[in-house]
């Protein structure tokens, strides 16, 4: 009787017809293929959380039906460094004059929170302002943190009104804080001005409540601590 697994050309006429089962593979050919299918498999699980330069690295490991999918990530990859690359680009405070109010303010791009602070020299409380912009500036380096000297901006701007500052998303104003009792005067701190710029959308801040708020309790207590106690019972007994 003829060998089914014999490699002749009528074996292969009878495989084709379906009159004798495939051939079978040697067991060597087939420990390759599961490891080729098992390898790719694992390539296809873990290309999601690659990062931009394994997915180059790997690109010629990817099937036909893998390389959409892998085209998506890779510009989803690219569409986040660019966004990370574009919330890192301040951290600093920038000076403008009033040419420059419409594109580094009303143009600064989608996404981009920008806080002006409109001082002049000569007022401490715009002084301190702009040394609490520097420090929070770096602190949140997304936002846009700008200061210009009023006048250069608006012309004839009273300096009644200063300190200033607004706030602004996408070009519109969200916010803006106007003269020296919105600020607290000279006792105003960094967290305090963290905390007032945060209500506005424009930075988010890590504090978990309102630091004014803390120094007005204290000082409540601190004024009942110091009120006389009266006896009431004494006064009743005098009767």
């Avoid at 959380?49 to 036909?64: H, K, V």
């Avoid at 301040?90 to 009033?98: D, H, L, M, Q, Y």
């Avoid at 608006?154 to 070009?171: C, Q, R, W």
């Avoid at 105003?188 to 007005?216: M, R, Y």
């Amino acid at each position: 009787m003829q060998d089914p697994n014999a490699d002749t050309e009528w074996n292969d006429i009878l495989r084709k017809k379906g009159i004798l089962p495939p051939k079978e593979k040697p067991r060597e050919e087939e420990e390759e293929e599961e490891d080729q299918i098992i390898q790719q498999a694992s390539v296809v699980k873990s290309y999601e959380d690659m990062t931009l330069e394994e997915l180059e690295e790997n690109e010629d490991e990817f099937n036909e039906e893998d390389e959409r999918a892998v085209e998506m990530y890779r510009q989803q990859r690219i569409a986040e460094w660019k966004a990370s690359q574009i919330k890192n680009v301040f951290g600093e405070v920038g000076e403008i004059s009033g040419q420059e109010y419409v594109q580094e303010v009303n143009k600064a791009g989608k996404g981009i929170w920008v806080i002006l602070h409109l001082y002049k020299q000569g007022i401490p409380l715009c002084a301190l302002i702009n040394q609490h912009f520097s420090t929070l500036a770096r602190k949140f380096p997304q936002t846009k943190f700008l200061k210009a000297i009023s006048t250069t901006c608006i012309a004839n701007y009273p300096d009644k009104n200063l300190p200033t500052v607004f706030v602004y998303f996408e070009g519109d104003m969200k916010a803006q804080f106007i003269g020296p009792l919105v600020f607290g005067g000279m006792n105003l701190k960094v967290d305090e001005l963290e905390w007032k710029l945060a209500e506005s959308g424009a930075i988010k801040t890590d504090l978990e409540e309102n630091p004014k708020k803390q120094i007005e309790d204290k000082l409540m207590t601190s004024i009942r601590c110091t009120m006389p106690v009266t006896n009431n019972s004494d006064s009743e007994e005098d009767y």
